[in-house]
T-cell receptor, first 112, second 115 residues
Framework: QKEVEQNSGPLSVPEGAIASLNCTYS??????FFWYRQYSGKSPELIMF??SNGDKEDGRFTAQLNKASQYVSLLIRDSQPSDSATYLC????????????WGLGTSLAVNP | KAGVTQTPRYLIKTRGQQVTLSCSPI?????VSWYQQTPGQGLQFLFE???????NKGNFPGRFSGRQFSNSRSEMNVSTLELGDSALYLC??????????????FGEGSRLTVL
């Protein structure tokens, strides 16, 4: 059973701090990694994707990938209350690229 | 550019009934995927359609079915509803063939309550 695991949280950080969200995956052959944000009552939206080992930065967001450790993380710098949401990690199924394997999500609360 | 449109947004059914949900993808997107989201199970993949053909299917019973039309609009049907079918049903479109290759754009979802 291929799995993506995330700490369900809630992860609580003060405004302006760095929020660190982590995700581990079981499918060693996975090549594509996605972070989606889902506000309460809304649908998921893609905020970051990463394909290569290392870091990828986009504004306040940084995705980090370590394929050897099967670990992907999302860092949010200068966290804002508007970042409060559930963050979903998704990984492509190496055996079937038509599918994504989803984590259950980490709930993030940024306190003013 | 219009987003993914799902109808109806909310619906209430009773056990044993059937339901049809509709999804209109972003113009030009040919891939449509359907997901079931519940608090305990998260996002569960139902199926994906590309160019009117089901390309992949998740681990759901045969009561769950779908189709895609030539204009890429898609419908999913759930027959003989059970209480456990209560969930948010999300449709996602993609310009890429295969959800694992690109960005998914989600609709607002259809929230189904089965009584």
């Amino acid at each position: 059973q291929k799995e993506v695991e995330q700490n369900s949280g809630p992860l609580s950080v003060p405004e302006g701090a760095i929020a660190s969200l982590n995700c581990t995956y079981s499918d060693r052959g996975s090549q594509s990694f996605f972070w989606y944000r889902q506000y309460s009552g809304k649908s998921p939206e893609l905020i970051m994707f990463i394909y290569s080992n290392g870091d990828k930065e986009d504004g306040r967001f940084t995705a980090q990938l370590n394929k050897a450790s099967q670990y992907v993380s999302l860092l949010i710098r200068d966290s804002q209350p508007s970042d409060s949401a559930t963050y979903l990690c998704a990984v492509n199924d190496a055996g079937n690229n038509r599918k994504l394997i989803w984590g259950l999500g980490t709930s993030l609360a940024v306190n003013p | 550019k219009a987003g993914v449109t799902q109808t109806p947004r909310y619906l209430i059914k009773t056990r044993g009934q059937q339901v049809t949900l509709s999804c209109s993808p972003i113009s030009g997107h040919r891939s449509v995927s359907w997901y079931q989201q519940t608090p305990g199970q998260g996002l569960q993949f139902l199926f994906e359609y590309f160019s009117e053909t089901q390309r992949n299917k998740g681990n759901f019973p045969g009561r769950f079915s779908g189709r895609q039309f030539s204009n890429s609009r898609s419908e999913m049907n759930v027959s003989t509803l059970e209480l456990g079918d209560s969930a948010l049903y999300l449709c996602a479109s993609s310009s890429q063939r295969g959800a694992g290759t690109g960005e998914l754009f989600f609709g607002e979802g259809s929230r189904l309550t089965v009584l």
